[in-house]
């Protein structure tokens, strides 16, 4: 079984439940403060979509 989690805070990265699941991708969605915030939240999630980069270049990032 496999979740895609995607969110814009740090309480989103755990929304699942890491027992109930085989696979869990996390998406972090920022547009603000993304300086500030990228080296908390690149530990946090998987994969990182600033600036409005839009849902193309997140399904790029996932096939890397």
């Not at 979740?3 to 027992?19: P, R, S």
């Not at 998987?46 to 399904?59: C, K, L, Q, R, S």
Request: charged share 30%; glycine share 4%; hydrophobic share 45%.
């Amino acid at each position: 079984i496999h979740a895609i989690v995607i969110g814009d805070g740090l309480h989103d990265a755990k929304m699942v439940d890491k027992k109930l699941w085989r696979t869990i991708l996390s998406i972090w969605l920022c547009n603000d403060k993304v300086d500030e915030r990228i080296e908390k939240y690149s530990s946090a999630f998987d994969v990182m979509i600033t600036h409005d980069e839009g849902f193309e270049n997140m399904i790029e990032k996932i096939w890397l």
